[in-house]
């Protein structure tokens, strides 16, 4: 399936600024026709949400419109679609409430491979009422979590498993439907953080066997917020603090005060945007997404390709990024020199590539990097192979200077 880079380059304001962007994993540029739909809905009226009003019907639309979009990317329910500020609190919220059913001699299994917001929220929760953590931990050398590595953390005490779709600074894809299947077969709810994962891949909440999903549409072309998927039913038997004036009705139960609209109306313009990817395919938005993911996957995989055929070109690099199925992400370091100072050079020649840890803190130091990490290339549906290509020219450049002077 033929992907078009420059058609959709030429619809992100953002790159016209003439860097050639590998900052995606923290977050992607934003394409014109969400801008459009932010600008839109803030410039119509707007209340709070009912059917009486203009202002209170657009507000309606936005929200249910915004749910059902979220709902087809993630091959979820609607009425299962939860909005919040972040994943981050979203992860904070949902903890929260499961531990008020957790007590001492109840565990809690985390991975050394995760996002710290899919670490610290579940650490916090559990210590909180007495519950117990234990870690999953992923081989450094290969950058592999495995079933192996969950199953020998998983007991009959077992209540939630927290792990990474795709892990945020190397890449690696665990295989989510088996370890699913483990969690399931222990009794246990599995949490999955798709944030990376949703930017690179078709989700699917069913086949991935998740109780609970979470993304940020900021990560796939969308504004800043979180999402958060999970069957209505599961969310039915859960009880958040929230307001006592405030709906007790599911999703609505978990999203504390106003909704913030025009954001929603940017994540279902983000989502149709990606749909659009694919624009020989014709068929239901979800059929249309599915297509369009396997052209990004194809395009995307051939300019990591194109990457590691000229880093492993340039030597005195090692990549971090090793695990048989991965996103576009690389994570280097490069011979004795700073990642940090690295990211500087490549900035001042238009190439934006940061450095750090980003949040896997834990992933970072099981790796030997510390608290520092490395040099983090990721990729997104507008990078080019002329990117790639100054990209590289750039990381010879740096490892030609002296390291006094670079």
């Known amino acids: 399936m033929s992907f078009d880079v420059d058609a959709v380059r030429a619809q992100f304001p953002a790159l016209k600024s003439g860097s050639a962007r590998f900052d995606a994993p923290g977050g992607t540029q934003t394409p014109q026709p969400v801008i459009d739909a932010i600008a839109d809905t803030l410039a119509n009226p707007l209340a709070n949400r009912g059917l009486t009003t203009e202002g209170e019907r657009n507000a309606e639309a936005v929200v249910t419109g915004a749910r059902r979009a979220l709902a087809d990317l993630l091959g979820a329910d609607p009425r299962g679609i939860v909005f919040g500020r972040s994943s981050t609190q979203l992860a904070y919220d949902l903890s929260r409430t499961l531990a008020k059913n957790w007590g001492p001699g109840d565990e809690v299994v985390v991975s050394r491979l995760d996002h710290d917001s899919n670490i610290r929220p579940w650490i916090q929760a559990a210590e909180t009422v007495g519950a117990t953590v234990r870690w999953a931990d992923f081989n450094p050398a290969t950058g592999e979590l495995t079933t192996d590595d969950i199953s020998q953390v998983l007991s009959a005490r077992t209540r939630l498993v927290a792990v990474t779709a795709a892990s945020n600074l190397i890449g690696t894809r665990p295989d989510i439907p088996a370890i699913a299947d483990l969690v399931h077969r222990a009794g246990a709810l599995l949490h999955v953080d798709a944030v990376h994962y949703a930017s690179h891949a078709a989700v699917d909440l069913p086949g991935l066997g998740a109780d609970f999903l979470v993304c940020s549409p900021y990560k796939f ?186």
């Open 221 to 406: 072309l969308g504004p800043h917020l979180g999402v958060l998927a999970s069957r209505p039913e599961l969310l039915e038997t859960l009880r958040p603090d929230k307001l006592l004036p405030s709906t007790d009705v599911v999703p609505e139960r978990f999203e504390l005060g106003t909704l913030p609209y025009e954001l929603l109306a940017g994540a279902r313009a983000a989502v149709d945007f990606l749909a659009e990817l694919a624009p020989s395919t014709d068929g239901t938005r979800r059929e249309r997404l599915l297509a369009a993911f396997e052209a990004i996957e194809t395009h995307e995989d051939a300019l990591r390709a194109r990457i590691e055929q000229g880093l492993a070109a340039l030597g005195s690099v090692t990549v971090h990024s090793r695990a048989a199925h991965r996103t576009p992400t690389l994570l280097l370091t490069l011979a004795d020199r700073n990642a940090a100072v690295a990211s500087r050079y490549l900035a001042g020649r238009g190439v934006d590539a940061p450095a750090g840890s980003f949040y896997a803190l834990e992933a970072s130091r099981r790796l030997g990097l510390g608290d520092e990490g490395g040099l983090r290339i990721g990729l997104a549906p507008y990078n080019s192979a002329e990117d790639v290509d100054r990209l590289l020219d750039a990381l010879s450049g740096f490892l030609g200077t002296s390291p006094a002077t670079g």
